[in-house]
């Protein structure tokens, strides 16, 4: 009877004490922090910023609780908000950053959850992202100094943050737009812009166009004149060469020069169907048909006259 009631009490001991031992272990993987709270007091704070290792840990069960906190980086969506820009222009900015948490008792103290922190960090970026893109124009935001307000945006967020345990690791404006209304007003403007330059454009083309012409045509008169200055200059040296040549030959054989004439003559006058000639057989100009030596036909004698010669 005693050995059976030990044997339980023993049994019942090594269950308490497996009991105390699940509830006083817990284990702290490497992407998490955690705090180990007595009666609400912070105790002491683990694998934070690599002071202790990741692993199994102990805690005073029923006396003490553990709170795990996210050692990696956390995302935090922004709504998307208007902005007035320096040149009061409206923007609509969407943004988004990544944190972490730097200091997990803080945190703890200050925000106690991620759903908190989130709602606070908003307010922080939201404000901030209004402060410093309100004293930037919109080129300035679009284009020429976006990465330098951005690195503004973060270090104004991460001066409020630290106070909540929370560090500002990553900060980008994704978007940064006109409103829709404003777009369709300053896509007509452009459009217009765009419009008139071409009209300009077509204008300028169409008089260097006309001056042009103008030009080549001016050029072609030019080049034709001289041209035909230039032809009949020749044909005038041309015409008086062969005179020369022609009174040259003249004066060397006179009978074959006129022999040759009259050649020209009848190559000229005889050509063509249409021709008429109205001229006497004895006339010169048939006096080469008449006579192989070109002499003119002796006139007729009158009746009852003496014949001349035999």
Do not use: C, W
Not at 76 to 89: E, F, G, I
Request: cysteine-free; glycine content about 6%; overall charge positive.
């Amino acid at each position: 009877m005693n050995g059976n009631a030990l044997r339980t009490a023993i049994i019942g001991l090594a269950a308490v004490a497996a009991l105390l031992l699940y509830a006083s272990a817990f284990t702290v993987s490497q992407t998490q922090q955690a705090l180990v709270l007595q009666f609400g007091r912070v105790r002491t704070v683990l694998n934070q910023a690599g002071t202790d290792k990741p692993g199994l840990y102990f805690k005073i069960p029923f006396f003490e609780t553990v709170v795990l906190f996210e050692k990696r980086l956390l995302d935090l969506d922004l709504p998307v908000q208007t902005v007035l820009s320096a040149d009061r222009q409206n923007l609509e900015v969407d943004a988004f950053a990544r944190y972490k948490i730097s200091d997990p008792l803080r945190f703890y103290q200050a925000v106690n959850n991620i759903a908190v922190a989130n709602q606070r960090l908003s307010s922080f970026t939201n404000a901030a992202t209004r402060n410093v893109l309100a004293s930037a124009s919109r080129d300035a935001i679009v284009r020429t100094q976006r990465e330098a307000l951005m690195n503004r945006i973060q270090d104004d967020v991460n001066r409020q943050a630290k106070n909540l345990g929370i560090e500002i690791i990553d900060l980008r404006l994704t978007r940064v737009d006109l409103p829709a209304a404003n777009s369709q007003a300053v896509y007509g403007r452009m459009q217009t812009e765009r419009q008139r330059e071409a009209a300009d454009l077509r204008a300028n083309g169409e008089r260097d166009a006309a001056t042009i012409r103008a030009r080549a045509d001016r050029d072609v008169t030019v080049l034709i004149a001289e041209a035909n200055q230039k032809a009949d200059q020749l044909r005038g040296e041309g015409d008086a060469d062969r005179n020369r040549i022609l009174a040259s030959a003249f004066g060397q054989d006179p009978d074959f020069f006129a022999f040759y004439r009259s050649m020209q003559a009848y190559e000229k006058g005889l050509t063509g169907t249409e021709t008429r000639l109205v001229i006497g057989p004895g006339s010169d100009f048939f006096r080469y048909f008449n006579d192989p030596q070109g002499r003119p036909r002796p006139a007729a004698a009158a009746p009852g006259a003496p014949a001349n010669g035999p």
